[in-house]
């Protein structure tokens, strides 16, 4: 694979399926046996569409309801928004990258399309130099997108350049242009879908609530099976951010993620939605309504050293609404020293709650293969938990920054692993309790990344106590901060 910003297309993450009713049952879900933000009355459709050429807005015979994403420009002070839902470039000319994850899951089909942004090194616009070589030394540069669609085939387009890339300082709202219509000019912020589809040939934009795009493989990754072009539009209704439904949304890294100081940064942006619209996908047409939907961001220097990483929102066995996301890694130690320390979490939504497992108010222990099995669990002053992933799939390769290579690959992912989700109350003397979720998914997705993985990793979280106690203290850094616009980071 060539080195260049085409690694940024697989900025991909953690992420997987939801389904989620509408808020109002929330209160008083109804029974089922099947659950986590899933609609089972969905409408969902696919069909072949004959050109790239065809109206995407017609539907075919074979269609029953017929899908009408609506557009809504996004908000301010929007409900559900989380603390660094915003781009965090601070103008510098450190070494930085971006990257965003946005997925929907069709449990119908047992199929999820994951939307995977980057920008790598935006101080520069354009490749560098050999005087700018000389002077930062070797960087990186560009945007990217790439998409691990149905059966986890792959799709990715790249360049070099960024100055066509436009994000929101704090709100989560991005696009770019790789290719403008003849004679238009690229967007640099939201516009109405009509007004990016007369403006734009190939690219992107998204927001909490719109998403649109096409893309068109630029042929430089070789290691995956791939498709040739997608092209999507659907609406997203947020239903879970990170924390309990009617409550301020959490910083999934705790108040001090407002510092580069523990990088890279990590942020579930919405654990759960619902999205309506379509995808075509090499010219295989899906149409859903109501589709579990999923985001989530990560920014800084570069991934860990190495990570894991498992995620779920389709479950069997349980009532009211279910999203999952764990994931752990080896990070830097800010200093000159290479120290390193684990990191990791796992978050559990279910029926408006949220149960947070992070080090600062527990332990989580795990245990990873380099390939097919995840396992792990952690316990806080109320509760415990266990999750344990299985997969016979290859997975796919896909690529991830690094410190040493840039955007390089780096992680494998499938959307297709089998899992089992348990929760009970802790009793006072840390024995297991009532059982809060005994749940199973066979559409979970899992990763690991980073290396190496010579054999299995079995490790557990071992936060320093000044910083246990720090993060444990309730700062509300987004609300001071935001009272005082210039002292406002971007991205916060």
Not at 115 to 133: C, D, G, S
Not at 295 to 300: A, C, D, M, P, R
Not at 388 to 397: I, L, N, S, V, W
Not at 439 to 446: I, K, L, P
Request: glycine share 10%; with cysteine.
């Amino acid at each position: 694979m060539e080195s260049s910003i085409c690694s940024l297309n697989e900025l991909h993450h953690f992420s997987k399926n939801l389904g989620f009713r509408p808020l109002n049952h929330l209160t008083n879900p109804k029974p089922s046996t099947r659950r986590g933000f899933l609609n089972l009355r969905s409408p969902v459709l696919a069909f072949s569409s004959a050109t790239e050429s065809d109206s995407f807005s017609s539907l075919t015979a074979e269609s029953a309801v017929s899908v009408d994403p609506v557009y809504v420009p996004t908000p301010r002070n929007r409900e559900l928004r989380t603390p660094h839902s915003g781009y965090h470039f601070d103008g510098t000319t450190r070494k930085f990258f971006e990257g965003w994850y946005f997925k929907v899951s069709i449990p119908e089909r047992k199929q999820s399309f994951c939307f995977m942004y980057a920008i790598e090194n935006p101080a520069f616009k354009r490749k560098l130099t050999p005087l700018e070589v000389a002077q930062y030394g070797t960087r990186f540069t560009g945007v990217g997108t790439q998409i691990l669609g149905s059966d986890d085939k792959y799709i990715g387009q790249c360049s070099e350049e960024s100055q066509y890339f436009w994000g929101s300082r704090h709100e989560l709202a991005l696009g770019n242009t790789f290719v403008t219509k003849k004679g238009m000019q690229p967007p640099r912020k939201e516009v109405p879908p009509q007004e990016f589809d007369s403006r734009v040939l190939e690219g992107f934009q998204v927001t909490p609530l719109w998403h649109q795009g096409f893309m068109r493989d630029d042929g430089r990754t070789t290691y995956a099976e791939k498709v040739k072009t997608a092209r999507w539009e659907y609406s997203t209704r947020p239903v879970y951010g990170w924390g309990n439904v009617g409550s301020n949304q959490k910083s999934t890294a705790g108040w001090l993620a407002a510092f580069p100081v523990f990088e890279p940064h990590w942020q579930i942006c919405m654990a759960g939605g619902l999205s309506t619209g379509w995808i075509e996908w090499d010219g295989e047409r899906f149409e859903f309504q109501d589709a579990p939907s999923y985001s989530e961001k990560n920014w800084g220097g570069a991934f860990p050293r190495r990570w894991f990483w498992v995620q779920s929102n389709v479950f069997n066995g349980a009532s009211g609404e279910i999203a999952l996301t764990a994931a752990g890694g080896l990070r830097q130690l800010p200093g000159l020293t290479e120290t390193f320390e684990n990191a990791a979490l796992i978050g559990v939504h279910y029926n408006g709650f949220f149960y947070e497992f992070v080090p600062w108010n527990g332990v989580v222990n795990w245990e990873i293969t380099p390939w097919g099995y995840w396992y792990m669990a952690a316990e806080n002053e109320t509760h415990m938990v266990e999750l344990e992933a299985t997969t016979e799939h290859p997975g796919t390769t896909l690529r991830a920054p690094t410190s040493e290579a840039g955007f390089a690959p780096a992680c494998k992912d499938t959307c297709s692993s089998d899992l089992r989700l348990q929760m009970w109350e802790r009793r006072s003397d840390g024995s297991k309790g009532k059982v809060i979720l005994d749940v199973t998914s066979d559409m979970a997705a899992v990763e690991v990344g980073g290396g190496p993985w010579f054999n299995t990793w079995k490790g557990s979280t071992a936060m320093p106590e000044p910083i246990k106690r720090a993060l444990q203290v309730p700062v509300d850094v987004d609300g001071i901060l935001g009272a005082v616009p210039l002292l406002r980071p971007p991205g916060l």
